[in-house]
T-cell receptor, first 112, second 113 residues
Framework: GESVGLHLPTLSVQEGDNSIINCAYS??????FIWYKQESGKGPQFIID?????DKRQGQRVTVLLNKTVKHLSLQIAATQPGDSAVYFC???????????FGTGTSLTVIP | EPEVTQTPSHQVTQMGQEVILRCVPI?????FYWYRQILGQKVEFLVS????????KSEIFDDQFSVERPDGSNFTLKIRSTKLEDSAMYFC???????????FGNGTRLTVT
């Protein structure tokens, strides 16, 4: 039968450790990628973006890596804090369109 | 920091009724979107709107859905005859250019009974 909901991948890390969240995107024509953080009861919040002409981009405590060969995106969070606990989504934008396609998300839990 | 605002935060309606979900995008933004998220599932694209017309829509966005920008600040999603399966979080988003990220509101939780 049809599943009611998706089982989210989960990641648990100790406070202070680094976190790596992975995403496999679907379309080789995608040329712009965004990582979003979603806390319970809130909308997706922009974290960092990267375009297909780059393979790495750094922000404050976050780094995004893009591997176009295998269509893989990762988000690294340094020194993870309890406030980082949330669901993280990657989103891809095709170079021919206006919309973003979201991945299924990863639930990150930071253990104090 | 400017933000996308959505009202109401929670809407309960009976099956078959019409609902209008309201959004105020960030003021200098030009591209507007509606997404939905069924509980526990991923965020799904419904429709994008630019230059006073729909630019893209998904197969979810059938004839019971419509969008409107009635004035210079509001962006609305109307569901004409709600079904139980329309129960979801509905997120509005906007961006200022085709090369910038989407900024989301905190959503309207629609419950159809």
């Amino acid at each position: 039968g049809e599943s009611v909901g998706l089982h989210l991948p989960t990641l648990s890390v100790q406070e202070g450790d680094n976190s790596i969240i992975n995403c496999a995107y679907s379309n080789s024509a995608s040329d712009y990628f965004i990582w979003y953080k979603q806390e319970s009861g809130k909308g997706p919040q922009f974290i960092i973006d990267i375009r297909s002409n780059m393979d790495k981009r750094q922000g404050q405590r976050v780094t995004v890596l893009l591997n176009k060969t295998v269509k893989h995106l990762s988000l690294q969070i340094a020194a993870t804090q309890p406030g980082d606990s949330a669901v993280y989504f990657c989103a891809e934008n095709l170079n021919t369109g206006n919309q973003f396609y979201f991945g299924t998300g990863t639930s990150l839990t930071v253990i104090p | 920091e400017p933000e996308v605002t959505q009202t109401p935060s929670h809407q309960v309606t009976q099956m078959g009724q019409e609902v209008i979900l309201r959004c105020v995008p960030i003021s200098n933004h030009l591209y507007f979107y509606w997404y939905r998220q069924i509980l526990g599932q991923k965020v799904e694209f419904l429709v994008s709107f630019y230059n006073n017309e729909i630019s893209e829509k998904s197969e979810i966005f059938d004839d019971q859905f419509s969008v409107e920008r009635p004035d210079g600040s509001n962006f609305t999603l109307k569901i004409r005859s709600t079904k139980l399966e329309d129960s979801a979080m509905y997120f509005c988003a906007s961006r200022d250019s085709a090369n910038s990220p989407l900024h989301f509101g905190n959503g309207t939780r629609l419950t159809v009974t």
